[in-house]
């Protein structure tokens, strides 16, 4: 098992950068794969960001958004810079071994533990 919880939300202008936190327990977390995602009002949940043989990142955060993982402090962190208010949404931390292919990545499906969440508010 795998316990996750995020941190680092919040609300910030347009342009602005925040640093979200996913701090994991239960199990060594340097065996899973690390993934980002968000979830808007009304709309379903989309892939952000993932760490795991390598790190990869949806088209719309690219150059903007960057995944990171200090593995002494089981600790996955997304630092995302130049905010827009599209940004705005739910960011959900998520965490699977095993998941084999990299396409599996961008699946949340495919994803076994989740956090609680963290909102960001990007204001215009």
């Known amino acids: 098992q795998v316990q996750l919880v995020e941190s680092g939300g919040g609300l910030v202008q347009a342009g602005g950068s925040l640093r979200l936190s996913c701090a994991a327990s239960?199990?060594?977390?340097?065996?899973?794969?690390a993934g980002w995602f968000r979830q808007a009002p009304g709309k379903e949940r989309e892939f952000v960001a993932a760490?795991?043989?390598?790190?990869y990142y949806t088209d719309s955060v690219k150059g903007r958004f960057t995944i990171s993982r200090d593995n002494a402090k089981n600790t996955a962190y997304l630092q995302m810079n130049n905010l827009t208010p599209e940004d705005t949404a739910v960011y959900y931390c998520?965490?699977?071994?095993?998941?084999?292919?990299?396409?599996?990545?961008?699946?949340?499906?495919?994803?076994?533990?989740w956090g609680q969440g963290t909102q960001v508010t990007v204001s215009s």
């Open positions: 239960g199990r060594t977390f340097s065996s899973y794969v």
């Open positions: 998520a965490a699977q071994s095993l998941l084999g292919s990299a396409f599996y990545y961008q699946l949340p499906q495919k994803y076994g533990y």
């Open positions: 760490s795991g043989r390598s790190t």
